[in-house]
């Protein structure tokens, strides 16, 4: 059988063996939590293997929303950072970017747009400045009467990303939307337990890591990238111990069944995506009415198919959850896992399916709980007493409780 001493070691199984080493020569009075925090701290994040691609996306802030859309889509890509085009050519990286981009933004101001009142052929830059300062605050809007909604008709996203307001708002005018402002990024020099805590209790999804000395993003870590690693981690002495605890034992689920926010397949998506928003989520499963078995999953990254091709729904404010389930297949691959299912296999399923959360069922298909990428970090490391000082003066997190 081989081992992993024999086989080829990938990037990301040699920051596991770094790792290892940095295990064994930690004081042996520290718990192994607190083993894992030290050797975390003692690696800089410059150690963090790039993307395969090694692409560096950026976006101008004089883009158009819809030429950032097209951008995003295009790489196949759910964020970006933004350039801000008025900076010197000599501006350090606080200057040179004024945040990072995503699709689930871009959703947040889409959807504030199909408000009954949204203006949808602005005449003046002043209309687009007072559409974005509401996509600002939406959400802290009440929930909205979908009634009408869920009845009226015609090609609603179609109208919405060919009018005026759509091709003409700047990516600049919606920066107040930014998970964090001004540009929140690491240093080459800081740690993998700095990045690790800003992705998992700060609740960033990823985290830009600047070349000072050029003054430009040198990488980008995900959760999906972190969760890889840990993956790509097995075998090893730290990983196995922390790995082959039941999800019990490490006290996930964090979220329980009456917690879980859901939609049922029969309510038209425009409430999932609008509940989404206000509930400040990243998805929501879909149940079946009158039980409470998942039937599928739906994302706000998802309406990036709206966005890209909203031909499909001509009926955009009627078709249900259930038929945008069909039409956007991918979607539906709900992923599950039982109460008794290890940290190991989790990390597994995550990384194999390329996935952001997983249901927790019962034998029946029942729900019973919620883990997220994030969630799984939150028990791999812990924040020391004082750890941050005034590392994060001048920016502003999200409200507590989010969980998009």
């Excluded at 005449?123 to 509401?134: D, E, K, P, Q, Y």
Aim: contains cysteine; glycine residues 6%; charged residues 25%.
């Amino acid at each position: 059988m081989t081992t992993m001493e024999e086989s080829p070691r990938s990037p990301e199984a040699k920051i596991g063996m770094r790792v290892e080493d940095l295990w064994d020569i930690q004081e042996p009075q520290l718990s192994p939590n607190d083993k894992l925090n030290a050797c975390f701290e003692s690696i800089p994040v410059s150690a963090f293997p790039l993307p395969p691609s090694n692409q560096e996306i950026e976006i101008k802030s004089d883009a158009t929303l819809a030429e950032a859309v097209k951008i995003l889509a295009k790489h196949n890509i759910l964020s970006a950072p933004v350039v801000d085009v008025d900076a010197p050519e000599d501006a350090s990286w606080i200057d040179r970017y004024i945040g990072v981009v995503e699709f689930a933004g871009i959703a947040v101001w889409i959807l504030h747009q199909s408000e009954p009142t949204s203006p949808k052929s602005p005449s003046s830059g002043t209309v687009i400045a007072a559409a974005a300062n509401r996509m600002t605050s939406a959400l802290e809007l009440d929930p909205l009467d979908l009634g009408s909604a869920a009845t009226a008709s015609g090609n609603f996203f179609e109208d919405l990303i060919s009018s005026d307001l759509y091709k003409n708002t700047k990516v600049r005018d919606i920066s107040g939307s930014f998970r964090w402002a001004p540009f929140l990024a690491l240093e080459r020099s800081n740690s993998f337990l700095t990045m690790l805590l800003l992705l998992s209790k700060y609740k960033m999804k990823s985290v830009p890591v600047v070349d000072l000395g050029a003054g430009r993003i040198d990488n980008i870590i995900t959760q999906p990238a972190v969760i890889h690693m840990l993956a790509e981690c097995s075998g090893l002495q730290w990983f196995e111990s922390w790995g082959d605890k039941k999800l019990s034992e490490v006290g996930l689920p964090l979220v329980t069944p009456s917690q879980i926010i859901k939609v049922y397949e029969d309510e038209p998506v425009l409430q999932a995506f609008k509940l989404m928003r206000k509930q400040r989520i990243g998805g929501v499963p879909v149940i079946q009415r009158g039980g409470s078995k998942a039937v599928g999953n739906i994302s706000l990254q998802d309406v990036q198919f709206l966005l890209t091709a909203p031909e499909i729904y001509h009926d955009y404010r009627a078709i249900t959850v259930k038929d945008f389930l069909t039409v956007v297949p991918t979607t539906s691959d709900l992923s599950t896992c039982k109460k008794d299912c290890t940290v190991k296999e989790l990390i597994q399923l995550l990384d194999h399916k390329k996935i952001l959360r997983v249901y927790v069922v019962d034998d029946d298909g029942n729900l019973e709980g919620l883990i997220t990428l994030r969630d799984i970090i939150s028990r791999l490391v812990h924040e020391p007493h004082g750890y941050f000082g005034d590392f994060f003066d001048g920016v502003l997190p999200l409200p507590p409780n989010s969980r998009v």
